[in-house]
Each structure stands twice: as C-alpha cells, then as structure tokens.
C-alpha cells in the first residue's frame, strides 16, 4: 500500500520547500508521513474518508512553492485514486489489508463500535441495514426491490 504514498512524495519531492534552519529534510519528511497517514486511513477508514485528495493537498500545499501548487494537486489526485481503485478489487475477507476484523460501522446503545462483520456493499450488519438506507437511496432501491 505504501507504493503509493511514496509514488506521490517521489513525484514531489524536488519541489518542497525546506524553510527550516538547522533541519535541512524537515518538510520532506513531513510531506512523506502526511502521504502515509492519507493511504493509511484510505485503507482502513474509507467509509468515513470522504475527500481523501482534498484532505491531503490540504495538509502539505503550504511545503510548495505557489507555482506548484497545481501539479501537487494532480499527482495528489491520480495516485490517491490509483490507491481507492486498488482497494476496492481486493476480496472482501472481513479483513483490512493490515489484518484487522473490519466492523459494521454502526455504534451501539453504550457509544461502542459495532462488533458485528459488515456487508461489503455498505458497511453495516444485517442489523444494522436501516442506518444505510438513510444515506444512500440507491441501496435502498435495490434492497427494495429484492
Ligand atoms: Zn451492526
């Protein structure tokens, strides 16, 4: 997973600027962790990630010059889309690509997380199934007309 990130800081990383005295590759390193950090919660978090692209050009725009400004945003863009596109082909074992159980999104009654295994197409338990059909009609459509 992390061929991502580094693809993106590989792209980048002859145009950050290092403002810093005495910390010659502080930015880099920076820019790197916050490339980690978005793939990272890509893979473990999607249901609640909702702009990934937005929220890293967010988080390192300001270790570029204005004049990159835009290709930061294009390369953000296409590898982060690379990485969704590739986690969305993996067979959906009830594990994350770290291993972890994935859970119904759901909380419960005391503010715990569901424990229950998720359906792949929303994320939620067989209990769990009318909180999808809130936010998103089409699944209600199709769980309908099932
Ligand atoms: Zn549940």
Known sequence: MY???????????????????GQPYLNHERVLRACEAAVERLATDRHYFAKPARTLF???????????????WRIVERYLTFADE???TQPKSGFDMYGNPIL????TRKGNQCQRAPLPHNGYCPSHQHLAETENFHDFDELAAA
């Open 3 to 21: 061929r991502f990130s580094r693809a993106i800081y590989r792209e980048l990383s002859a145009e950050i600027i290092e403002d810093n005295p």
């Open 58 to 72: 967010a988080d390192i725009r300001t270790y570029f010059p204005i004049s990159s400004q835009g290709r930061v």
């Open 86 to 88: 590739f986690l969305r």
């Open 104 to 107: 119904c999104r759901a909380s």
